[in-house]
């Protein structure tokens, strides 16, 4: 009796799921930025959300929810009705990052999500005050072991990417640097411009004007191999042999989402990214349009958690 109740379940289960597939969507898509207005991922979240407003024939409302590294957006998101209207726009901190970082993170990255796909990679960037007297990375490593700890640089806080790529660079190449928090990039590019700070990561889209007046200097690109964009800046692997930090943006919804809402949105998102006018914007921003199926996303998330955890640990950083 017991299994037949079961079964009966499940079989409910299939076809309520089939039928809400059927119907999606059927009301306003909350597509979540778990970061504030203005920045980075609320332009790329607009940008995406217009488009996908568009293709669903529904209001893609923009939800702007920031704190905790984008963790409080991404809990609201493993939180909500797993139909479909509730949309993540993740990121390398949200689903790999954090989960090594925070003791207590209300959501688990894998069990708490389906992952629909990739939708942007980008680059990170090293550049230095032009007043520091390095004009590489070795240079850089080089007055790093002359100086121990004297060597500063900045991020957006402590266990932001910005942060932790430094401390992978700082303990790959063996040398003591001195990381500086901030709330925020923009204040901690601020001071490296100033002459406050010697060096930092940051994105393309950021740096780059500052890069062209002369404010800055880039010496180092974190990717594998040189970017289109900056031909004549090295990657940082050229010299640390090894060395690549993997940024992205992608979208998510909750765990038990059907599978039918997920392969259509991993669909239009794919359509999106393809398009000669969101192209030619990513790219203007040094984003690389890329998406892939949700296996694969999945895939790659789960090696870089053990990527990061093991930069977590050797950096010492952890919030509780």
């Known amino acids: 009796m017991k299994l037949l109740i079961r079964c009966a379940a499940v079989a409910l289960f299939a076809l309520l799921s089939n039928a809400q597939a059927q119907t999606y969507p059927n009301k306003p898509i909350r597509l979540v ?15 995406i959300g217009a ?27 493993a939180k909500s009705a797993p139909d479909g209207h509730t949309i993540l726009l993740g990121t390398t901190g949200t689903h790999t990052i954090n989960p090594n970082l925070y003791s207590k993170l209300p959501y688990d990255p894998i069990k708490d999500f389906v992952a629909i796909s990739l939708v942007v ?34 991020s ?57 007046a002369g404010r800055l200097r880039a010496i180092g690109v974190a990717t594998p191999k040189r970017h289109a964009l900056m031909p004549d800046v090295p990657t940082v692997a050229e010299t640390v042999p090894g060395f690549e930090v993997s940024a992205w943006y992608g979208m998510f919804v909750a765990a038990n989402t059907p599978r039918d809402i997920v392969n259509r ?21 040094g984003w690389d349009p890329i998406t892939n199926t949700p296996e694969q996303f999945t895939a790659q998330i789960k090696v870089e958690l053990a990527i990061w955890a093991d930069v ?8 509780d």
């Open 265 to 285: 949105l991993n669909a239009e998102f794919s359509k999106i990214m393809k398009m000669p006018d969101i192209h030619e914007r990513m790219t203007a921003l």
């Open 121 to 154: 990679k980008y680059i990170n960037i090293l550049v230095v005050n032009p007043n520091v007297p390095v004009k590489n990375v070795a240079e850089l490593i080089a007055l790093a072991r002359q100086k121990p700890g004297e060597i500063t640089f900045g």
């Open 33 to 47: 930025v778990p970061f504030p207005a203005g920045g980075p991922t609320d332009i790329l979240g607009r940008a």
């Open 156 to 212: 957006a806080g402590n266990g932001s990417s910005n942060h932790l790529t430094g401390e992978m660079l700082a303990t790959m190449a063996g040398v003591k640097m001195q990381h500086v928090p901030y709330k925020g990039s923009g204040p901690a590019l601020n001071d490296v411009i100033a002459g406050q700070l010697s060096f930092m990561f940051d994105q393309y889209s950021t740096v780059a004007p500052q890069v062209k």
């Open 51 to 77: 488009k996908l407003s568009e293709a669903m024939g529904q209001p893609v409302v923009v939800d702007n929810r920031g704190g905790a590294g984008g963790g409080l957006g991404a809990d609201s998101v």
């Open 312 to 319: 977590v640990k050797k950096s010492g950083a952890r919030i």
